[in-house]
């Protein structure tokens, strides 16, 4: 019984750190309605949480439209650096990387950011801090803690260390 036992919280344990590291997610820039003209990215933005080593997936027909990754001012003004290459494939996926903080992206097509085409989103690190200042920062006491215990990462830990306190008590 003893084994049996050991190896239903060895799955539970392994489950348990296996979802801390696979809670990366792909998002789907404007959901079903893709990266168009015509819509308003700041709104669908609301609300959503987006963190450090999630993918960003930008769908448009190829060709139509584009996505430059740029910086506040370059979101502001609609402008990017020259030399910056664009993602034109119309199926781009962005890993979402370094520390948290702001990440700006536009369509650099015509005068498609001037009408709205453009996103700009506030980056959270795993441990559910994130920061407003413009740019990324890895200064944890300029951020502010995110989700608190609702964050799933706080959560799966939390699973985890309820299974290694029932192994602790059953064996």
Partial sequence: MASFTRVIASIAIFTALASTSTLAKDIVVGDENGWKLNFDYQDWAKGKQFFVGDRL????????????????NGFKTCTYDAGTNALTSGKDVITIAG???KR?????????CEQGMKLVINVQTKDGYSS????SSSDKSAATPSSGLLNP?????MIASLAVFLVTIMV
Avoid: L
């Fill in 132 to 135: 407003d200042k413009e740019g």
């Fill in 153 to 157: 990462q706080f959560f799966a830990c």
């Fill in 57 to 72: 997936i930008f769908n448009y027909a190829q060709g139509a439209h584009n996505v430059y990754k740029v910086d506040g």
């Fill in 104 to 112: 700006w992206y536009i369509c650099g097509v015509g005068n498609h």
């Fill in 99 to 101: 520390d948290a903080g």
